[in-house]
Antibody, heavy 118, light 110 residues
């Protein structure tokens, strides 16, 4: 059974970098699949941020591509999100998920709320 | 890329059927049979209920079904139950190898 758990600071100052970690259990992230970050602003819908694989391939949503990096540490069974130069618009619940079959998300973390505020 | 278009809300009575639409473009829904649907009860993470237009993951009741015509995909829930009350999101693969979600639809069971 695949389980994912997000962790990281819940408060980030404007213009600083948001950094989150997703720890995966029940599956080796070096065995395949893409691993993804998705966010949901308060009271709003889901937004795919991007996905990456252990081979180094990564894909990002165009509106965030200049500010986002997804990386992985297969030895620690973790993957990471870095989002630079944050503003209040980046306030959201951030989910990590496994991308299955290249086009959907079959396992999700519980989500972690992040607020951007001074 | 623009979000896929979903109605903000739909409603139905127990036992009835409801359909939620998801409209994209020829660059996403219209070109690929790679549409998925997610159910998100309040305060919880989304759950995959339909993948690749018509397929249900193991454990998802057959009351949930998906279809597609042109640039519009649809999720139908038959035999509506109180526990189906949730937000529903569609998602599609796109021509730029990215993924895009719909704006979400709130289902109310009357």
């Amino acid at each position: 059974q695949v389980q994912l758990q997000e962790s990281g600071p819940r408060l980030v100052r404007p213009s600083e970098t948001l950094s989150l970690t997703c720890t995966v259990s029940g599956y080796s992230i070096s065995s395949g699949f893409f691993w993804s970050w998705i966010r949901q602003p308060p009271g709003k819908g889901l937004e795919w941020i991007g996905s990456a694989s252990h081979t180094g391939s990564a894909f990002y949503t165009p509106s965030l591509k200049s500010r986002v990096t997804i990386s992985m540490d297969t030895s620690k069974k973790q993957f990471f999100l870095r989002l630079n130069s944050v503003t209040a618009a980046d306030t959201a619940v951030y989910y990590c998920a496994r991308e299955w079959r290249g086009d959907c998300f079959d396992n999700w973390g519980q989500g972690t709320p992040v607020t951007v505020s001074s | 890329q623009s979000a896929l278009t979903q109605p903000p809300s739909v409603s139905g009575s127990p036992g009835q059927a409801v359909t939620i639409s998801c409209t994209g473009t020829s660059s996403d829904v219209g070109s690929y049979d790679r549409v998925s649907w997610y159910q998100q009860p309040p305060g919880t993470a989304p759950k995959l209920i339909i993948y690749e237009v018509t397929n249900r993951p193991s454990g998802v009741p057959d009351r949930f079904s998906g279809s597609k015509s042109g640039d519009t995909a649809s999720l139908t829930i038959s035999g509506l139950q109180a526990e189906d009350e949730a937000d529903y999101y569609c998602s599609s693969y796109t021509s730029t190898a990215t993924l895009v979600f719909g704006g979400g639809t709130k289902l109310t069971v009357l």
